[in-house]
T-cell receptor
Framework: DAKTTQPTSMDCAEGRAANLPCNHSTISGNEYVYWYRQIHSQGPQYIIH???NNETNEMASLIITEDRKSSTLILPHATLRDTAVYYCIVCHPVPNAGGTSYGKLTFGQGTILTVHP | DTEVTQTPKHLVMGMTNKKSLKCEQH?????MYWYKQKAKKPPELMFV???????INESVPSRFSPECPNSSLLNLHLHALQPEDSALYLCASSHRITRQINTEAFFGQGTRLTVV
């Protein structure tokens, strides 16, 4: 399964964009990049995922390089409530019987994002 | 309903006790997962059930025994645990994925287990 590398911690001013990088140089062609975050003592919360195209939803944008070896999560206007641990995960498809698959999420160490006033 | 519900939220148990953690989802997901998270560490995968069958066991000690009685429920039976097993236990569920569709996993809020 592909591994990910993220900075241990980052700071961001409230209202500014937070750009969180992730390296996944051993990613395979059928593996997706997922981002989750975890606020203290809660379960991980899904943010966004992508394969090779850039993606945007109501929470964030995901920029994936053309070679797919790295990606950046962008929180466009960070708030204090965005302070959390952000995990970049390469989702490995595991085949089921019957031709279906499910995604195996293996968490890396994550980035502690602190948004300050 | 996009919730994964875990009970209890907190559990304190002695090393000779037997207890169970429960997880429930009603999203029609056929893959369910148990993760263990120690303080200040990322979640670690323990077990994966797919279509109610155990698909992955990440070399977890036998004092942890998972069970999937139906497509909505996932249990984790605990017996003869050690203090170092104290952790946040997280349950998750997801749809199957295809080449065209890759969906997210939903996590519960976890059970914080303390072994004394």
């Amino acid at each position: 399964d592909a591994k990910t590398t993220q900075p241990t911690s980052m700071d961001c001013a409230e209202g500014r964009a937070a750009n969180l990088p992730c390296n996944h140089s051993t990613i395979s062609g059928n593996e997706y990049v997922y981002w989750y975050r975890q606020i203290h003592s809660q379960g991980p919360q899904y943010i966004i995922h992508g394969l090779k195209n850039n993606e945007t939803n109501e929470m964030a944008s995901l920029i994936i390089t053309e070679d797919r070896k790295s990606s950046t999560l962008i929180l466009p206007h960070a708030t204090l409530r965005d302070t959390a641990v952000y995990y970049c995960i390469v989702c490995h498809p595991v085949p089921n019987a019957g031709g279906t698959s499910y995604g195996k999420l293996t968490f890396g160490q994550g980035t502690i994002l602190t948004v300050h006033p | 309903d996009t919730e994964v519900t875990q009970t209890p939220k907190h559990l304190v148990m002695g090393m000779t006790n037997k207890k169970s953690l429960k997880c429930e989802q009603h999203m029609g997901h056929r893959a369910m997962y148990w993760y263990k998270q120690k303080a200040k560490k990322p979640p670690e995968l323990m077990f994966v059930y797919s279509y109610e069958k155990l698909s992955i066991n990440e070399s977890v000690p036998s004092r942890f025994s998972p069970e999937c009685p139906n497509s909505s429920l996932l249990n984790l039976h605990l017996h003869a645990l050690q203090p170092e097993d104290s952790a946040l236990y997280l349950c998750a569920s997801s749809h199957r994925i295809t080449r065209q569709i890759n969906t997210e996993a939903f996590f519960g809020q976890g059970t914080r287990l303390t072994v004394v």
